[in-house]
């Protein structure tokens, strides 16, 4: 045998005769907290998308004039529960925690959260339960991480982590929901905390499955834009042009909600006066145009498969806009990332019914991106995720669609707590 061959031999020899060593991150106990942190969100979760479906079948059987008092009702047993229990607060708040409380979410406001949101959002407000499940996961992550006595960036990390388990299970994208709960930490840097980036796609993936498991939702498009075909690159000129109108309306949407939060606040009000104004708003609206009622997660199926004219097209927008706004300002528990998709899909139809040429596909999904990537600062997780949600297969025209929202947003983020803290 060569002396270059027993050399070979002797090397591999010993390659074997070494223990096998795994990445230090396996079976360490930070690892399998991530891991638990995943299950016990999507338990926890799937729990709540149970209960939130039982109470919106009760409560849809109140319909026609009967929509304005049970919403009325609703609010005011919200306000209530808010009054009584505590304010849990909203997506500003939990924002600032994590950025400016050392990461800490408070689990005391989950009891006010959970019951409040599940009212608001069964009774047909435009605010999905994306930020209820933020809010509860991710304090579940700071009381794990306490309990281990984690500190500083470990702690703040668990709670990104948990937050991004309760986007995940939701929407069904783990990699879109991780990015979602660190890009919305800040306007200007998508990860800020890129320590947390791990822990947040391991507890994504574990509340992905056990959510999946439980009630077998996100395990493929919501809403069917699968049948969008490529053209050549003017289908990105088009994205962007698609995206600017999108823009426009997100411009429209941070204006609404200010002016009509500065109305509710010309003159202090209880907190259940408020939502019991704001329900009955909301019932009114749902009266006369019952698809803008519940934040819109059957809608926008309804919406892209039914025939409808231009001026109801058009009445759909402004009041669903306007719906979101009093939803948001009135008290009312839930998030606005769906409601924003549900205007941008309302938008790209009516733009196609100007323009019929235009490809309809395209339009939809660039608007969704745009809208929602003005308004939140999230350009790459609502890439992804739109992609998820929609089965659309060319993931370039929805990123073109997503930074031209981001570009063209206003100054002043609409989520005060992205700025830095001056």
């Given at each position: 045998?060569?002396?270059?061959?027993?050399?070979?031999l002797v090397t591999?020899?010993?390659?074997?005769?070494?223990?096998?060593?795994?990445?230090?991150?396996?079976?360490?106990?930070?690892?399998?907290?991530?891991?638990?942190?995943?299950?016990?969100?999507?338990?926890?979760?799937?729990?709540?998308?149970?209960?939130?479906?039982?109470?919106?079948?009760?409560?849809?059987?109140?319909?026609?004039?009967?929509?304005?008092?049970?919403?009325?009702?609703?609010?005011?047993?919200?306000?209530?529960?808010?009054?009584?229990?505590?304010?849990?607060?909203?997506?500003?708040?939990?924002?600032?925690?994590?950025?400016?409380?050392?990461?800490?979410?408070?689990?005391?406001?989950?009891?006010?959260?959970?019951?409040?949101?599940?009212?608001?959002?069964?009774?047909?407000?435009?605010l999905g339960p994306?930020?209820?499940?933020?809010?509860?996961?991710?304090?579940?992550?700071?009381?794990?991480?306490?309990?281990?006595?984690?500190?500083?960036?470990?702690?703040?990390?668990?709670?990104?982590?948990?937050?991004?388990?309760?986007?995940?299970?939701?929407?069904?994208?783990?990699?879109?929901?991780?990015?979602?709960?660190?890009?919305?930490?800040?306007?200007?840097?998508?990860?800020?905390?890129?320590?947390?980036?791990?822990?947040?796609?391991?507890?994504?993936?574990?509340?992905?499955?056990?959510?999946?498991?439980?009630?077998?939702?996100?395990?493929?498009?919501?809403?069917?834009?699968?049948?969008?075909?490529?053209?050549?690159?003017?289908?990105?000129?088009?994205?962007?042009?698609?995206?600017?109108?999108?823009?426009?309306?997100?411009?429209?949407?941070?204006?609404?909600?200010?002016?009509?939060?500065?109305?509710?606040?010309?003159?202090?009000?209880?907190?259940?006066?408020?939502?019991?104004?704001?329900?009955?708003?909301?019932?009114?609206i749902a009266y006369?145009?019952?698809?803008?009622?519940?934040?819109?997660?059957?809608?926008?199926?309804?919406?892209?498969?039914?025939?409808?004219?231009?001026?109801?097209?058009?009445?759909?927008?402004?009041?669903?806009?306007?719906?979101?706004?009093?939803?948001?300002?009135?008290?009312?528990?839930?998030?606005?990332?769906?409601?924003?998709?549900?205007?941008?899909?309302?938008?790209?139809?009516?733009?196609?019914?100007?323009?019929?040429?235009?490809?309809?596909?395209?339009?939809?999904?660039?608007?969704?991106?745009?809208?929602?990537?003005?308004?939140?600062?999230?350009?790459?997780?609502?890439?992804?995720?739109?992609?998820?949600?929609?089965?659309?297969?060319?993931?370039?025209?929805?990123?073109?669609?997503?930074?031209?929202?981001?570009?063209?947003?206003?100054?002043?983020?609409?989520?005060?707590?992205?700025?830095?803290?001056?």
């Amino acid at each position: 045998m060569k002396l270059r061959q027993k050399r070979k031999l002797v090397t591999y020899l010993n390659i074997l005769d070494q223990p096998v060593r795994f990445n230090p991150f396996v079976f360490s106990r930070i690892f399998l907290l991530w891991a638990f942190l995943g299950l016990v969100g999507g338990i926890i979760a799937g729990v709540y998308w149970i209960v939130l479906q039982f109470l919106t079948h009760e409560l849809a059987f109140f319909t026609g004039w009967k929509v304005v008092p049970i919403m009325g009702i609703s609010g005011l047993l919200a306000g209530l529960i808010i009054h009584f229990i505590g304010d849990p607060g909203e997506i500003h708040l939990i924002v600032n925690n994590i950025r400016f409380n050392k990461g800490k979410l408070n689990p005391r406001n989950n009891p006010s959260m959970i019951l409040s949101s599940l009212l608001c959002v069964a009774s047909g407000g435009s605010l999905g339960p994306e930020a209820p499940l933020v809010q509860v996961t991710g304090s579940t992550g700071t009381w794990i991480g306490k309990l281990f006595r984690l500190k500083g960036e470990e702690l703040r990390s668990l709670s990104i982590a948990g937050m991004a388990s309760g986007f995940t299970a939701l929407f069904g994208a783990p990699l879109g929901g991780s990015l979602f709960a660190l890009e919305i930490l800040h306007h200007k840097y998508a990860v800020e905390y890129y320590k947390a980036i791990i822990p947040a796609f391991v507890s994504s993936c574990f509340s992905y499955l056990v959510f999946a498991l439980i009630i077998h939702l996100g395990l493929g498009p919501i809403w069917d834009l699968s049948s969008y075909e490529y053209s050549g690159v003017f289908d990105f000129g088009q994205a962007v042009l698609f995206a600017m109108v999108g823009a426009f309306f997100g411009w429209i949407f941070i204006f609404v909600t200010k002016f009509i939060k500065a109305i509710f606040e010309k003159r202090p009000l209880p907190i259940y006066i408020k939502t019991l104004i704001g329900g009955l708003i909301l019932g009114m609206i749902a009266y006369y145009l019952p698809i803008t009622r519940y934040f819109g997660h059957h809608e926008i199926s309804r919406l892209l498969t039914s025939d409808y004219s231009i001026s109801v097209l058009f009445l759909v927008l402004v009041f669903k806009i306007i719906a979101i706004s009093v939803t948001v300002t009135s008290g009312w528990r839930g998030g606005f990332i769906i409601p924003l998709f549900f205007v941008g899909a309302t938008l790209g139809l009516i733009l196609h019914q100007l323009f019929p040429d235009i490809k309809l596909t395209l339009a939809i999904v660039s608007c969704m991106a745009a809208i929602n990537a003005c308004v939140t600062r999230t350009p790459m997780s609502t890439t992804i995720l739109l992609a998820t949600l929609t089965g659309f297969g060319h993931f370039i025209p929805i990123l073109f669609a997503s930074l031209t929202g981001y570009f063209l947003a206003p100054r002043i983020p609409f989520i005060g707590s992205q700025m830095e803290k001056e």
